[in-house]
């Protein structure tokens, strides 16, 4: 079984900062891209960042420059550093992997269960 477990969300205020961790445990022979996505409220999810084994990182246009994306490969884990929040960031934020488990013949997207991120004053 593979897993991946989010931790970081909660309450802020516009222009606060969070920071979202997201660690993955299991069956894991191989990890490769990982990422955040977000839903809010009657919207459909959408990519947030995402970046490779080789830590080459992309952004959703609208947290550039304000959100960073980062990796530890020796842990497993992903980090998302949110910085100048705005109201419009509140959503669940969700990660995302691509993995191979062990005994596995391709890679497999897997999910953490969301962490709920509210931004209001």
């Known amino acids: 079984q593979v897993q991946l477990v989010e931790s970081g969300g909660g309450l802020v205020q516009p222009g606060g900062s969070l920071r979202l961790s997201c660690a993955a445990s299991g069956s894991i022979f191989r990890l490769n891209a990982m990422g955040w996505y977000r839903q809010a409220p009657g919207k459909q999810r959408e990519l947030v960042a995402a970046?490779?084994?080789?830590?080459?990182?992309n952004y959703a246009d609208s947290v550039k420059g304000r959100f960073t994306i980062s990796r530890d490969s020796a842990k497993k884990t992903v980090y998302l550093q949110m910085n100048s929040l705005k109201s419009e960031d509140t959503a669940v934020y969700y990660c995302n992997a691509a993995i191979l488990p062990y005994g596995g013949s391709h890679y497999g997207d897997y999910w953490g269960q969301g962490t709920q991120v509210t931004v209001s004053s």
């Open positions: 970046i490779t084994t080789g830590g080459t990182s």
